[in-house]
Every structure is written in C-alpha cells, then in structure tokens.
C-alpha cells in the first residue's frame, strides 16, 4: 500500500500553442498548484499531434499521456482539433485493444482562460493513474 | 551534422523561479547534455546585464544555439531571439523553456520542481538541436483596415485610423452607428447630453472620404492573418434606398404593422418600416423584414404606394461584399445581464422594473416618453423610486463574478436625473460599495447623496414583488442592521454588462479567444491589452471588459494607433514555421491534401507541394502523414519524439 503511495506516474501532455498551454500560463499567472507529474511538450495545434507520438511516450515509459487542445470550434487553425478528436478517438481504442488501461490516456479542452480547469486535468489525472501502476504493457524493455 | 554548440541561459527571476526550482542543478544538468557548450543563470536575464551577458557569451564561446529557461515564451521568446541574432546567429535556432508558468509557480515542492524543470529544459535542448537556421518569409501588407462594431469604440477607432491616412471599412450590424451611447440621455459625471456628443462623430464617420460605412451588415467569415484578411461581410437589404429616403415618414403612418421597439429597449412601439432614431446614420428608414407582411404589393405594399421619393423597392437582395484588409479592430461592445436570471429581482416579469437603459431611454429628450420620467405601466409620475446596484455583478455564487465598473457611476447619474426630472420624488439607492475611481466621479455621487438627497442605503435587496400597485422591495440596511421595505412606484436595477452576443459570435468567427467572463481576451493584462492574441487584430470598448466611455475612446484610440503602426510597414515578416515536403518520403496518397483546413497543399507531379504564401504551420498534414513525408519546420516529427524522450529520461 505505502508503495502505491510513493508512486508517482510520469505523464506527458501535449498541450496546443493557442489555448491549453496558454492556459497552463493562467494557471502560473494564477498561482494554482497542481501535481508536478505532467510535463508539458508545446505543439501549433492539437491536429499536429501524430497518433505515433502517444505510441511513442507509452513506449519510453509514460505512465500517463495527455492531449489538452482548444474548445472544439474555437481552434486557432479553423479545425485541427476535429481531426485531433477523431485521431485520439481511435488511439484509444487502440491501447485498449492492446491491454492498456484506456484511463492513463485523456484527451481534454482547455481554452486560455481555463487556468483552473488546466490545474484540475492534471490533478484528476495523476489521481486516476496512481491506482494503475507503473505501465509497461507498451514499455519498451530496458536494453542490456 | 557537425555537433550543435547550444548555450543555455537559465534564470532565476528573482525569486519567483529560484524560489521552487533550484537553478544551478538545473544548469549543472543541462551543461552534461551532449550538445550543451555552455550553461550560465543569472537572476534577471531579461534584464540589460543579462541580455547583454547572453550576447556575450554567444560571442565569446562560438554558441550557435541558444536555450533561455525562464518565463512563458509568449513575454521573452522575441527578447532572446532579438539577442541571438544581435549576436550573430539566427533567431530561429534560439528558444524558450518555461519552466516559470508551467514550473515553479505551480508546484511548492522544490525537488519535484526541479526535477520537472530539467525535463522541461532537456527537452528544450534536444528539440533546439535540430533546429534549423531559416529566415523569416517577408509578405505585402494590405493597407486598409476593417472596424467591426459601430459603436462609440468602433467610430472612434475608424476616425483615427482614417485620419491617418488609411482606408476604414466600419461594419455594424445594426441599422444605424451609434451604439449604446445613442441611447444614452446623460452622462456622467458632466451630465452633458450623450447625442450631443455622439451626433457630430456620427456625422463625421459617416461623410468622411475614407471610411467605408456598411450598416445592417455582419461579419460572415474571416480568412488570412496579420496583414492580409479576407472578410466576408453579409450586408441585409434594408428594402429603402438610403441616397432616396427623404425621412417624410409617410410610410410609417400607414404601416399596420406594430412590434416592439428594441432600440427603445421595448419601451414603445414601431412599424415594421423604421428608422431606430431621430439621430439615425445612415439617414434613413429601414423596412425589417421578418415584422413585414410579405414584401409584395399584392398582400400589402402600402408604404411603397406612398413613397413619392420611390425609395422602397422589395427586390433588393442580400448582398455579400468580400473586404481585403491588413488589420481589424473588434469593437463589438456589450449587453445587459439578462433579468431572466434573477428572480428575486422579478425576473423581468415585475411591471416598472426597468434595467438601466430603459431608465436612460425614459429620460431621453428623444426617447419614449419625449424625456418626461414616467411609470411604464400607467404613464404617471414615479414618486418613489428605488435603484439597486450590483444586479447579477460581484456575485461568483451564481451570476457575474466581476464588478461591472460603471454601475455606481451611472446609478448617481440616474438619481440626480429623475431628481431633475421629478424634484419632490424620493431616490433610494442600495450599493454594495461606491466606487467612483475617475476624474471627479467621487465628487459626482457626493453631489448625489448630498445635493440631490438621495438616499444611500448600504445592503442587498433580497426580493420585490407587485403589492397594492406599487412594488414592495424588501432590503437590508446593513449600516443601521435594520431591514427595509420600501413602497416603490418604480424600481431601477443596474443590471451587470456582460459581452454582446455579437461580441460572442465575432470570436467564433475571428478565431479570437474570451476570458472566463466571456469577454474578449487581450494578448496581456498589462503589457498588451488593446491586442487581441492573434496578430492583427485588436479591441476597443466594453468587449474587452466593462468601461465608461472616456475609457472606451482611450482604448478605441490605441486600438487605431496600433493598426496604423502595423500598417505603416510595407512588408511583415511572417512565421517561417510551416510545412515542408520530403519529396523522397512522399507517395503522393493526397491525405495531407485533404488534411490542410487552408487548402494550401497539392498534388504535382505525384508529390505534395505546400504553398508557403496560405500555409500557417498547425501540422494537421504531419500528423496525417504515414511515411512523415511532411513535417513543421523546427517542430518535426523527429523532434517531438526526442523531446518525448527527454520528458520520460
């Protein structure tokens, strides 16, 4: 029990430019704490964000991976987030078919005036991965 | 590739980074980076000396790439690359990693920080090791520019920047400018006439050689970006030539139409052919078209038969009107708290409770009751009324979280009015608190309570209803601690400003984000705030944020100067970061194609081509790719998953 304590998931979070990294700003500027489990990686949109990267951070050893993008309708590139939407919709069918635990994947909309809703993702997502575990269905083994 | 030889810069700001992150580890562990030449933190290295410090040690140590880790990008990316390319390198290859917003204001513990923050910076300097050098694409500027919103903060906004010299297109959606200040009757705190002031702007819009003017318009869609927009603007048929229109009025007095008037708040009536006011630009009568009977002589046609100007013509057609324009400045202002949502308040179902703006329409000259302050429901004269601020603002729980700004100001004003109005009436005014930060406000609502005797109660009002023809308002004083009851022949709620549908709708269409009050949201709250986040486009007036009018107009003025500024370079160095075909990779399979929202990828010769002029660098074709045949300069595939790798090392 004490050691599902200690655990601490590792999450990646592709955030786009426009909304959700600037609202991880609002939640800076705001001074809201939240888990320091997710680090961020900034992209232009989350249409950028290829289905292979989320295969990619489960296979370096993300516990936990998160897609935050703008309102749906309200994306800087007109419709990058539909196409994101329908990617990760089938991403997480997916890593279910496979065996992972579709929870340690989300997707979620965060606009730039969302600080607090940013600082809540997060949070609810490290609290819904420590009963996971560690992942290492999709982990790639440690080379010898 | 020969080895990078990046410096990292990592900054202390103060305290507000070194405080929770501990920066000499994170500079010890970005020196041990394969690439990383030089690592160096400084306290303020947005500073002079630290700037100058970054130039330097670029120089001295032959860096050719540079990491800053300090704040958001969106404050110093353009600072540090202004640097690296002061010091010989270029721009592009220099980039920011937050570890400030994203880092160490959110997290307390400092080794959890820490050791985030490296993360962060690690994958920094992998991503920054395969950036590549690349200049940034020069592209015309339209010289014109677009107003949206023909209110005081749209007209003023379109006056400075055609005084400039530029071409103004001004669209409102409306059938005449003006805004909510024409329908104003006072202001505060001079108490000169709002129309007054207002008229002569109207005029001087409408006549001037370079604004364009396109009422009973709105904006449809907007393409393109800083520069170069394309706009579609629907302008509705108003069914009466303006240029004919000798506003005879003949056609409203045989009009058997009747709706309610809502430029008189619905305070009155008006035929379905109008004209909004006395004061109307553009001068003339509108027929609207859902009230009408059917446009067509054979089922009506009245107001046509007795037109001798032969201004009506029921075949005039939606037109749409397509406007290429550099910048745009968004002055779409606001609307009133709907009553609906305060019940205790009556829910807009009590008669002769009025918002703010029917008060306003009441003591108009102009207005509906020709500036006389009488009860809506039987046209005498109010002898008690009650005006309550704060309705629906200053209240997180369960309407607007913000303070509407102007409600204390303009509640003083409409005391001292219907004193003015009515001199043996009683006012009675609940508050919350004044504020009245303003050149002489404070001294206006001190002439209110004192002069005027009007009767400041300090408390919320917590229900009224209709009893024995008056309205009995049930309050708390909570000064004395006692409750109130008040027997009011009129009640005035000064209902919170919240965003225009309009202003609602134009961020939909321009792409432009809203704060968490659903106003227009400004690039920076302090450094930035007439700028809206994507380039070029800029706000003015109460969409921003609740304002008077000396605010508004300030604003609307910065607003055309930043246009005219943009405007006045020929050419605008536009992102070099969009999308580049490895020809080798590409198979030609189209999906890209189908992909891109600008249209701006197709097929040649069985390999996909991007037109750099329409691409904006979003990646939707990279991320679409199955042999990452396309990827964003700088933000590569390739880049991404070793930045994934530096998160997870």
Redesign the interface.
Known sequence: MSEQQDY?P?I?AFLCK??S??G??????S??????NA???????T???????IL??FN???DGVLVSGCHI????????NY??RR?MHLIMQLIEFIGVEPNRFRMSWV????GAKF?QVITDFVDDLQPLGPQDKLKKAERV | MTKKRTGVFVCHCGTNIAATVDVAKVAREMAGENTVAYTQEYVYMCSEPGQESVVQAIKDNQLDSVVVTCC?P?LHEKTFRDNAQRAGINNFTCEIA?I????S?????KA??T??AI??SR?IVRRVNRNKPMDAIAVNVTRRAMVIGGGIAGIQAALDIANAGIEVTLVEKQATIGGRMLQLSETFPTLDCSQCVLSPKMVEVKRHPRVKLLTYSEVQEVTGSVGNFRVKILKKPTYVDPDKCKLCDECTVVCPVVVPNEYELNLTARRAIYIPYAQAIPASFTLDESACLGLNPIVCGKCKDVCEADAINYDMRPETITEEVGAIVVATGFDLYDQENMPEMGGGKVEDVLDGLQFERLCSASGATQGHVLRPSDHKEPKDVVFIQCVGSRDPAKHCAYCSKICCMYTAKHARLYKKHVPDGRAYVFYIDIRSGGKGYEEFVQRTMEDDDTLYLRGRVSRLYRHNGKIKVLGTDTLSGQNVEIDADMVVLALAMVPSKGTIDIA?TL?I????DGFL?EAHPKLRPVES??GGIYLAGAAQAPKDIPETVAQAGAAASKVIALLSQSTLSRSP?IAKVRRSHCTGCGMCVD?C??TAIRLEGGKAVVNEALC?????C???CLRAAID?KN?T?LQ??E???A??A
């Open positions: 601490e590792r990646v426009w909304c990294s600037a991880s700003d609002l939640a800076g500027v001074r809201i704490q939240y888990p320091a680090t961020p990686i900034t992209v232009p949109c249409g950028a964000i290829s289905p292979m990267y990619s951070a370096k050893g993300a309708g309200d994306c800087h590139y007109i419709e990058g196409l994101a990617k606009s730039a005036a969302e600082a | 958001s969106n937050n400030r917003e994203q880092c204001w959110v997290h307390n513990d959890k920080g050791e985030k993360k962060i994958s939909k792409k984000g809203r704060d968490k949201a986040v994507t970061l992909a929202p600008y904006e660098g979003c990646g939707s990279s991320a679409t964003v933000v595939q991404i998953h930045m994934i790798e998160c997870l």
